[in-house]
């Protein structure tokens, strides 16, 4: 297979170039190489994007979504490898789970699946879960999400298990204590709205935590979602002392506020929640200066049946992987917080640091997993083109730039936009 005159989004910038791949794995890359080819002129060309947090409900909640329904949404949104979050039914906290999870992976053969193990037995916070049956089985990372583990010293020994087996913990911050019933961020908006607010504190606390355990015991730690200025600057502080911490964010944090919620709509209920416009944009300077690694779709598709209804009641979650890529580029690219290298970086290449995996990169001899999209394609969100069965956007309606052309995973289209 070879790509002709894409612009190859490289990590010292964007050269317009020719890619041959041969055995799912990039051979040559020149300014010219001959032979017939697809023609990606006017397209830009990423290392194949990877998220490395998304919810695929399967098992226990296949009408929400399905590991074939969130492949296929992650492709469509230029992801060729993602990371999903245990907090299934039964919980993915033993290799019977994880195998079941990467086998249907298989089957679905769309992009790459990599499973995360819960941190203790059905995330109930009593007991370390069976760490290391879990990575034998391809867990690539540990993860409460949804919930931080409350005992201090479980979270400590889970850690340092973690580590023995070469894993990190990527870590939900939330004091369930001080959120306390809370749907909202706690402002003016949850007071505007009569919705039970909770404080940024609820965050920061378990994000401080954390941060103190990776400097205590010497290993590195990873903050799902971060939120606020004030744990943007907990990280950052940490990353000057030297503590082993990485960070990533989503795109409703640097792309909405708490404002969002003034209209009642269900699909702007998330946890941690949208905050104010001090916390966008301390996320957005975080993300410029290296403090947040990563950004993340956090994709959390709901049956319609979980949003109609009123926003107490209301499940948490947005469907993200069809929109953030474009959510991402429309506000740091141009806008002129972050490079094209920079964004990649972000939605590739740190991904497949923190968790190991192979891939991030366009250069010989790297698998060839490629998103080619055209940034200059402007468009409207719109859930009812979405091909996860979650249609929960608060994007509905929104315009934003960068349109995924195609997917490539290990040198095989699995995404082409259809043609009208």
């Given amino acids: 297979m070879i790509i002709k005159n894409a ?17 799912g794995k990039i051979a040559e890359l020149a300014p010219q190489i001959e032979g017939m080819g697809y023609d990606f002129s006017g397209l830009t060309l990423f290392p194949g994007l990877i998220d490395m947090h998304v919810h695929l409900r399967e098992p226990g909640y296949e009408r929400k979504e399905t590991i074939e329904s969130g492949a296929r949404a992650a492709v469509k949104g230029g992801f ?30 769309l992009c790459k699946v990599h499973p995360i193990g819960a941190i203790t037995e059905g995330q109930n916070g009593e007991n370390l879960a069976a760490i290391g049956a879990m990575k034998e089985a391809g867990a690539v990372a540990l993860s409460e999400d949804g919930k931080s583990v409350v005992r201090t010293n479980l979270m400590a020994n889970a850690m340092r298990y973690a580590a023995d087996f070469g894993l990190k913990c990527l870590c939900h911050c939330e004091d369930k204590s001080l959120v306390d019933g809370g749907v909202v961020n706690e402002g003016y908006y949850s007071t ?21 355990l990776a400097e205590s015991l010497g290993l590195p730690v990873h903050i799902c979602h971060v939120s606020t200025y004030s744990a943007v600057q907990l990280i950052r502080e940490a990353k000057a002392r030297g503590v082993k911490v990485t960070a990533e964010t989503c795109p409703h944090y640097f792309a909405l506020t708490d ?38 779709s956090d994709h959390a598709p709901h049956h319609a049946d979980d949003k109609n209804v009123e926003y107490d009641l209301a499940a948490f979650g947005i469907s993200g992987l069809e929109t953030s890529f474009a959510l991402s580029y429309t506000y740091l ?39 080619a999209a055209d940034l200059g394609e402007e468009w409207t969100v719109d859930p ?37």
């Fill in 7 to 23: 612009n190859v989004v490289l990590k010292g910038g964007v050269k317009k170039l020719d890619v041959r791949i041969e055995k």
């Fill in 80 to 109: 060729t490898q993602i990371c999903c979050m245990p907090n299934t039914k039964p919980v993915a906290d033993n290799k019977v789970v994880v195998t079941y999870i990467k086998a249907r992976a298989r089957e679905a053969d």
């Fill in 192 to 212: 505007l709205t009569g919705l039970k607010g909770s404080v940024r504190a609820a965050e920061d606390i378990i994000v401080a935590r954390e941060i103190c």
């Fill in 259 to 296: 404002a969002a919620i003034a209209g009642f709509d269900t699909d702007t209920k998330v946890n941690p929640p949208l905050r104010e416009e001090r916390d966008r944009l301390a996320v957005i300077e975080g993300l410029r200066d290296g403090t947040l690694d990563c950004i993340a």
């Fill in 333 to 371: 690219v141009k806008s002129g917080v972050l490079t094209l290298s920079e964004l990649a970086g972000k939605m590739s290449a740190n991904p497949a640091a923190i968790l190991g995996l192979t891939g991030g990169t366009v250069e010989v001899g790297a698998p060839a997993d490629l998103t």
């Fill in 384 to 420: 009812a083109e979405f091909v996860s069965k979650g249609k929960n956007t608060p994007f509905k309606g929104m315009k934003v730039c960068g349109r995924v052309k195609y997917t490539v995973v290990d040198g095989k289209i699995k995404y082409e936009e259809k043609r009208a």
